[in-house]
Each structure stands twice: as C-alpha cells, then as structure tokens.
C-alpha cells in the first residue's frame, strides 16, 4: 500500500530560485526520510528527520515535519541545474523493522 | 567501506523464461536486506524483506520470489516471467539512517 504521496507530481523552476516538494502519509511514523534519483539510476538518500523533531537542514536542502498533519516538505534551495532529478519520501510504518513505503515522486526539473 | 553490489545493469528475457537477480552486500553483518520494483515513472514497490538468513517476508503477491542462502546475498528469482514483471529493480540493506541502494537493474520482458 502506498503511505506517502507527494506534490506536486512534476516540477520546474529556474536555476537559482528555490524548489519546494510535500509529502503527505497515512500512519504513524518514527521518521520520514527523503531520497534522490537521477534518471535510470539507483536511489541516494538525503536526509533523515524523527517523529520528534520539527526541522532539519543539510546543505541546501531544509526538511520539515508536521506529525500532527501527517506532511512533510523539502525545500532545495538555491537550485542549481544538476538538482534535476525525481525525489522520493519514505516512512516507515512505526513497527521496528525498518521497512519503508515510497512516495510516487516528485519530477523536478531545473533549467538552466 | 559499506557497499552494495547489484548485477546485471540490464536485462532482457522473453516471456516464460527464469530470471535470478543478484545483490551482495559488503562492509556489514546481518543487514536488512530489500528488493523493490520500480515501474516507468512511478514510485517504489516493496517486494520482499530479509531480517536474516533464511528469512523472507514478501509484500504482494506476485510471479517472483526471493532467497537468503548467506548473509550478506540476496535473490531475486522466477521461474516464468511475464510481461508485466518489466521494471527497473533495486536492492537495498538498512542502517539507521535510511536505505543505501544499488545501482538497479533494468528489466525488460519481451
């Protein structure tokens, strides 16, 4: 079964402004986690945020969670041509196995 | 240096023929191992889950199965495949911080 969804399916900007994704889920979750992927390729995970914390940053990238909304976004700021990629959500489903449920994705498309 | 090795690349079989995808993990003990499915320009379908040797958990109900014969492999297989078994597949072992992933390989059924 699908937990996370995200939006908007498909998105370009230009290069220099920032990129702003959502996820939304279904359960409760112990954390929510956001993923790479450039075409045809594997997946690279970018960050990590706890059920118990509100907002996390790693380089360009800002994370927020809102367990009570069951949402999450991630913003890329400052983007750059080479952020083109499809970005991805995960959580998992509280039960300890680290087993997680993806997101359809988000197509983020930077132009130069 | 934790690495995952997922092979071959790229794959195109005919319909009714076997299929054995194969994914190792270096730089670890007892992972958590995962295959999924991709389709073309969807999200990621969890199919089977390794918590051990011997251990299989599977997702859905499908046309593949998946084994744990060591440690740090794991097996994709089926015995006929379909047409609708096309997609792009990944391994991935868990660590706290989330999934490393493989480079995944490309199936094509025809």
């Known amino acids: 079964s699908q937990q996370g969804e995200e939006d908007p399916q498909a998105l370009s900007i230009q290069e220099g402004e920032n990129a702003t994704m959502n996820c939304s889920y279904k359960t409760s979750i112990n954390n929510l986690q956001w993923y790479r992927q450039n075409s045809g390729r594997g997946l690279v995970h970018l960050i990590l945020i706890r059920s118990n914390e509100r907002e996390k940053h790693s380089g360009r990238l800002r994370v927020t969670l809102d367990t009570s909304k069951k949402s999450s976004s991630l913003l890329i700021t400052a983007s750059r041509a080479a952020d083109t990629a499809s970005y991805f959500c995960a959580t998992d489903d509280a039960s300890g196995t680290y087993k997680y449920i993806f997101g359809t994705g988000t197509r983020l498309k930077v132009l130069a | 240096s934790q690495t995952i090795h997922q092979w071959p690349a790229t794959l195109v079989q005919p319909v009714g023929s076997p299929l054995s995808l194969e994914c190792t993990v270096e730089?670890?003990?007892?992972?958590?191992l995962y295959w999924y499915r991709q389709a073309a320009g969807r999200g990621l379908q969890l199919l089977f889950y390794s918590v051990g040797i011997g251990q299989i958990s599977s997702e859905v109900p499908q046309n593949l199965s998946a084994s744990r014969p060591q440690d740090r492999q794991f097996i994709l297989s089926s015995k006929k495949l379909l047409l609708s078994d096309s997609g792009f597949y990944l391994c991935?072992?868990?660590?706290?911080?989330?999934?490393?992933f493989g480079s995944g390989t490309r199936l094509t059924v025809v």
């Open positions: 991935a072992w868990s660590v706290v911080r989330g999934y490393t």
């Open positions: 730089g670890t003990s007892n992972p958590n």
